[in-house]
């Protein structure tokens, strides 16, 4: 049997509610008391954006743990994030409540496969790939097929798909197609790339990190004693960010469950925006079918935006193809009023970059804190034209989704100063002045910072370490050197990096669950937003509208929306504004519905030059794909070919800049796409 710190809690829960209980639920509003002192059965808690999700379930454990129905130990918490579940874990200690397990689905996997493996493996855990692209490249050479490290990403990316889907080598080539994936090479020939990837890992004793969820999953499938051990151990789950759950974690999960019904998932179907990874909302949608006694409750009460941002999202998200009731959510803000949001039209894209890189100058220089303010967009590449407005305007930015900050050199390098510092010791009160010192014999000066670039970005990343220095020092005055280098090690463990000044400039997906006293959502025109990729697929579509939900709502106070006529100066091609704004832009009515807007693959529709060209794009396709051997769609879709013909680039930077075009193929076929449009 597991040792109580490997697989803690074997107790029964008391049998009389502890006195503290319902003080745990002070505070909380009608829904949320409702759903934290729901702790029998089958629970689904459908929260809305702002209305404090992560805040109800910790008080729903807490209230299962002082009222007796839970064991602390016997709880196990799932996130999709380390900082989510360091999150959870703090709010508990908070609350009085220690013990609980609150993990990623991979780091659980791996502590339960870790101890389990000389039992299921017959032998020690076995080694983690560290670098899955090395591994995928040597498959692909198998597979003769020519890769750079775009194509690379995206064969990983595809084998990620396949494996959280289930799907096998063999049944990938269907299942793609039905799911409409646009693979970077033939489906057949990613396949190979598949099944030579796996025999590969098992060739060489290693698990991704897919794996760590398919053994354990079959560890507890096919090892009864394995599975009576666990279940016995872990007898309540809660499941965050439920709409999320792909199928080989749902797979997991059923697994720890074995039938049992203690089960409480927390989700808003109107944030599902990662079914490209695999996720599957139906888990979340269709919660009350598989458990028909299951208490659901509703979470509507915004406390993070002004009425009218609440507004403007209600519109939005009102707009879409109804579900049933039960899964409607309409946000009832709860703050005080606030301005309207404002919509801007712009002559072209560096117009557009220039006015909101003013707009945020203005802000900061009226007391918003720069990093109070977002730049959201919808694919990464339109984050250079705002980069430079920015570094024009003198306003100091941070771009998310890149390096995380504690694996940044000089963070690093900083860290092991700090280490070493603290290791001969530290005076009381000195801990700001000494972090001051350590980062100074690297280079840093506190009040100088360079004007712009990856200078800036280090300048800007060791600031942080001084301002949290400050943070800290202000809650507690007694914390000093070590105690600082300890709680450095925590965040990085949880990956929980400190503020860094600058405006965020990141992409919409990057910032689900983070949100901002200024929003600005930028570059709102269709084939960006929704994305070209999207518009043969009425579902895909309403992805895209979803994703623009996320966006809005990431908007504390402030919110502008805004998009170009066109791409680039002098362009003589206007761009619609997406189909989004239908209805919410004054003036405009609401969009038809997505399946009446839908252009079909074969038949897109062009008039004037751009048709013509168009039609010359899909005839040099056709022979391209004939004299590779491929299908045509392997080298570009007709939604790219509708994207050139529309935006008529000029040069390989400008072709780069459209969906659809990564280093590859721009290698592969710039010249003679540039060639075309030029005829």
């Given at each position: 049997?597991?040792?109580?710190?490997?697989?803690?809690?074997?107790?029964?829960?008391?049998?009389?509610?502890?006195?503290?209980?319902?003080?745990?639920?002070?505070?909380?509003?009608?829904?949320?008391?409702?759903?934290?002192?729901?702790?029998?059965?089958?629970?689904?808690?459908?929260?809305?954006?702002?209305?404090?999700?992560?805040?109800?379930?910790?008080?729903?454990?807490?209230?299962?743990?002082?009222?007796?129905?839970?064991?602390?130990?016997?709880?196990?918490?799932?996130?999709?994030?380390?900082?989510?579940?360091?999150?959870?874990?703090?709010?508990?200690?908070?609350?009085?409540?220690?013990?609980?397990?609150?993990?990623?689905?991979?780091?659980?996997?791996?502590?339960?496969?870790?101890?389990?493996?000389?039992?299921?493996?017959?032998?020690?855990?076995?080694?983690?790939?560290?670098?899955?692209?090395?591994?995928?490249?040597?498959?692909?050479?198998?597979?003769?097929?020519?890769?750079?490290?775009?194509?690379?990403?995206?064969?990983?990316?595809?084998?990620?798909?396949?494996?959280?889907?289930?799907?096998?080598?063999?049944?990938?080539?269907?299942?793609?197609?039905?799911?409409?994936?646009?693979?970077?090479?033939?489906?057949?020939?990613?396949?190979?790339?598949?099944?030579?990837?796996?025999?590969?890992?098992?060739?060489?004793?290693?698990?991704?990190?897919?794996?760590?969820?398919?053994?354990?999953?079959?560890?507890?499938?096919?090892?009864?004693?394995?599975?009576?051990?666990?279940?016995a151990q872990y007898r309540h789950?809660?499941?965050?960010?439920?709409?999320?759950?792909?199928?080989?974690?749902?797979?997991?999960?059923?697994?720890?469950?074995?039938?049992?019904a203690s089960v409480c998932v927390?989700?808003?179907?109107?944030?599902?925006?990662?079914?490209?990874?695999?996720?599957?909302?139906?888990?979340?949608?269709?919660?009350?079918?598989?458990?028909?006694?299951?208490?659901?409750?509703?979470?509507?009460?915004?406390?993070?935006?002004?009425?009218?941002?609440?507004?403007?999202?209600?519109?939005?998200?009102?707009?879409?193809?109804?579900?049933?009731?039960?899964?409607?959510?309409?946000?009832?803000?709860?703050?005080?009023?606030?301005?309207?949001?404002?919509?801007?039209?712009?002559?072209?894209?560096?117009?557009?970059?220039?006015?909101?890189?003013?707009?945020?100058?203005?802000?900061?220089?009226?007391?918003?804190?720069?990093?109070?303010?977002?730049?959201?967009?919808?694919?990464?590449?339109?984050?250079?034209?705002?980069?430079?407005?920015?570094?024009?305007?003198?306003?100091?930015?941070?771009?998310?989704?890149?390096?995380?900050?504690?694996?940044?050199?000089?963070?690093?390098?900083?860290?092991?100063?700090?280490?070493?510092?603290?290791?001969?010791?530290?005076?009381?009160?000195?801990?700001?002045?000494?972090?001051?010192?350590?980062?100074?014999?690297?280079?840093?000066?506190?009040?100088?910072?360079?004007?712009?670039?990856?200078?800036?970005?280090?300048?800007?990343?060791?600031?942080?370490?001084?301002?949290?220095?400050?943070?800290?020092?202000?809650?507690?005055?007694?914390?000093?050197?070590?105690?600082?280098?300890?709680?450095?090690?925590?965040?990085?463990?949880?990956?929980?990096?400190?503020?860094?000044?600058?405006?965020?400039?990141?992409?919409?997906?990057?910032?689900?669950?983070?949100?901002?006293?200024?929003?600005?959502?930028?570059?709102?025109?269709?084939?960006?937003?929704?994305?070209?990729?999207?518009?043969?697929?009425?579902?895909a579509v309403e992805e895209e509208?979803?994703?623009?939900?996320?966006?809005?709502?990431?908007?504390?106070?402030?919110?502008?929306?805004?998009?170009?006529?066109?791409?680039?100066?002098?362009?003589?091609?206007?761009?619609?504004?997406?189909?989004?704004?239908?209805?919410?832009?004054?003036?405009?009515?609401?969009?038809?519905?997505?399946?009446?807007?839908?252009?079909?693959?074969?038949?897109?529709?062009?008039?004037?030059?751009?048709?013509?060209?168009?039609?010359?794009?899909?005839?040099?396709?056709?022979?391209?794909?004939?004299?590779?051997?491929?299908?045509?769609?392997?080298?570009?879709?007709?939604?790219?070919?509708?994207?050139?013909?529309?935006?008529?680039?000029?040069?390989?930077?400008?072709?780069?800049?459209?969906?659809?075009?990564?280093?590859?193929?721009?290698?592969?076929?710039?010249?003679?796409?540039?060639?075309?449009?030029?005829?």
């Amino acid at each position: 049997m597991p040792r109580t710190a490997d697989l803690p809690g074997s107790a029964a829960p008391s049998a009389a509610p502890s006195a503290g209980a319902e003080a745990v639920l002070a505070g909380l509003d009608d829904e949320q008391r409702a759903a934290a002192s729901a702790v029998e059965g089958p629970v689904c808690i459908l929260a809305g954006a702002g209305t404090g999700k992560t805040r109800t379930i910790t008080h729903r454990i807490a209230y299962g743990v002082h009222a007796g129905a839970f064991v602390p130990e016997q709880v196990l918490a799932v996130t999709f994030t380390a900082r989510a579940a360091g999150e959870l874990r703090s709010r508990l200690a908070g609350l009085g409540v220690g013990g609980v397990q609150a993990r990623t689905f991979h780091a659980a996997a791996m502590r339960q496969l870790r101890y389990f493996a000389p039992r299921v493996l017959g032998g020690p855990m076995p080694a983690l790939v560290e670098n899955k692209l090395r591994v995928v490249a040597t498959a692909a050479a198998r597979a003769r097929l020519t890769t750079d490290r775009t194509s690379l990403r995206d064969l990983a990316s595809e084998i990620e798909w396949a494996k959280t889907t289930l799907a096998t080598p063999e049944d990938y080539p269907a299942r793609a197609q039905a799911a409409g994936r646009e693979p970077p090479f033939d489906a057949a020939a990613v396949a190979r790339v598949y099944a030579s990837y796996e025999s590969a890992k098992q060739r060489d004793g290693m698990l991704d990190f897919e794996d760590l969820l398919l053994v354990t999953a079959f560890a507890l499938e096919e090892h009864p004693d394995v599975a009576r051990q666990v279940r016995a151990q872990y007898r309540h789950f809660v499941v965050d960010e439920y709409q999320d759950v792909n199928p080989l974690q749902q797979r997991l999960l059923d697994a720890w469950l074995g039938g049992r019904a203690s089960v409480c998932v927390v989700g808003d179907p109107n944030q599902t925006i990662y079914s490209f990874t695999g996720a599957d909302p139906d888990y979340l949608l269709g919660f009350a079918d598989r458990y028909p006694d299951a208490e659901v409750v509703k979470l509507e009460r915004d406390y993070r935006s002004t009425p009218q941002v609440v507004g403007l999202a209600n519109k939005l998200i009102g707009q879409a193809p109804e579900r049933k009731s039960i899964f409607r959510l309409k946000l009832l803000g709860q703050r005080a009023e606030g301005p309207e949001p404002r919509f801007f039209e712009h002559a072209d894209e560096p117009a557009e970059a220039a006015a909101v890189a003013q707009a945020c100058r203005a802000l900061v220089e009226a007391g918003t804190p720069a990093s109070e303010i977002a730049v959201l967009f919808r694919i990464n590449a339109q984050s250079q034209v705002y980069e430079s407005a920015l570094a024009d305007a003198g306003v100091p930015y941070v771009l998310k989704g890149g390096e995380r900050f504690f694996e940044r050199p000089e963070v690093r390098e900083a860290v092991v100063l700090l280490r070493g510092a603290a290791a001969g010791g530290s005076e009381p009160g000195m801990l700001v002045p000494t972090v001051r010192d350590v980062l100074a014999s690297t280079g840093w000066v506190e009040h100088r910072p360079p004007p712009g670039g990856a200078a800036r970005d280090r300048w800007q990343s060791l600031a942080a370490l001084v301002d949290l220095a400050v943070d800290l020092v202000a809650e507690d005055p007694s914390t000093d050197l070590p105690r600082f280098v300890a709680h450095l090690a925590e965040r990085a463990d949880a990956q929980h990096a400190p503020t860094v000044q600058g405006v965020t400039l990141a992409s919409m997906h990057a910032a689900k669950g983070l949100e901002w006293d200024a929003v600005f959502v930028v570059g709102l025109v269709d084939g960006v937003l929704p994305i070209s990729q999207s518009l043969s697929r009425p579902d895909a579509v309403e992805e895209e509208r979803r994703l623009l939900y996320v966006a809005v709502t990431r908007a504390r106070e402030q919110l502008t929306l805004s998009w170009s006529l066109v791409r680039n100066p002098g362009a003589k091609r206007p761009r619609p504004r997406s189909r989004f704004l239908d209805g919410l832009v004054p003036g405009s009515s609401p969009t038809a519905p997505a399946p009446q807007r839908k252009p079909k693959r074969a038949k897109v529709v062009l008039e004037g030059e751009a048709g013509e060209l168009f039609e010359r794009l899909r005839a040099w396709r056709s022979s391209t794909a004939q004299a590779a051997s491929v299908p045509a769609y392997v080298v570009f879709t007709d939604a790219t070919l509708q994207a050139i013909a529309e935006a008529r680039p000029t040069s390989i930077q400008e072709l780069s800049s459209l969906p659809g075009i990564g280093a590859r193929k721009l290698d592969l076929y710039g010249e003679d796409v540039l060639a075309t449009v030029g005829e």
